[in-house]
């Protein structure tokens, strides 16, 4: 049996069901009860935070046969189930990351001439629009600019200030918040609920708080823990869950490092502090991982000396291509340096900072 996902198991399918974005919502929901649809939206946010899912819901509510006085599909007529199990085609998702090029806007532009097949309005849901190429965008602007009858453009980004101004003026903006903490909390206490597993609240409320604001990311560890748990979520297994999660964010923070990136490394830094680990077990576990990276740059068979799982070691092969064996010391010696320190530094997260920085520098 295929196992679902809890983000796409109980992915809202009316606007109702939509958490934290209740100004975007009651917005559309207006515009929809009156009839006064834009052509083209914009909708701005960080990830995970509901743009495709509003605007999936958006694009069944302008199209239902039977809308709800609330603005809601019905999710029950011809052309809403057509829409949610994929056999009516008028929708389309496209991901710009992947289909970014001025070809990819033209196969839009040419299909538009015609009317929908099935439905009233076709719909076209661009995720991550600011990926387009800039001709691309050009040609995009110009089907935008001479809008097409019964066609909806939704455009979806995460980075809205790369989207071309003269995009922008053509659509109408909408921006989707971070989710807080407090709402996620109770979210994924009621899906647990709903879908007959136990998760005791500080553990909820931990997971909410490392989600950062994106509902899909705490569904996502909120299935990892559920994984491993036996039906019974609890703090202690999801610090420990998390305990492989935090290696990855060890290594998130040496390729950062690798790469220079100095804002990178000091917010992944953040993260690992925010999550719930010390300056000093940050500095000392850095260490580790350096030591780690050590011996796979300079032994033949790293797994005779690492105590670690094969694909982690399989990874620290990979990551010490990035660093000269010098860059590995210097990094070695540099938190060495600090540990000794910290007991007696009155910041020692802003010696830890400070280290980081340099060491990408
Ligand atoms: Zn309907």
Redesign the pocket.
Known sequence: MEQTTLYRKYRPITFSQVIGQSFVVNTLKNQLTSGNISHAYLFCGTRGTGKTTVAKIFS?SVN???LQPNGD?????E??TGLLNGTILDVSEIDAASNRRVDDIRLIRNEVQYAPTALKYRVYIIDEVHMLTGEAFNALLKTLEEPPKNTIFILATTEAHKVPLTIQSRCQRFDFRRISNKDITSHLLQTAKDDNFELAPDAASVIATLADGAMRDALSILDQCKGVSGGKVTLDVVQNTLGVVGRNMYFNLADAIADKSMGDALSIANKILTGGSDASVLANTLLAHYRDLAVCKNVDSPEEILDEPSETIEKLKEQCKKYSTDKIIACMQGLSEIIANLKFASSPRVLVESTILQLSA
Do not use: G, I, T, V
Request: hydrophobic share 20%.
């Open positions: 069944r239902c046969l039977d599909p019905c999710n029950k007529c052309a809403c």
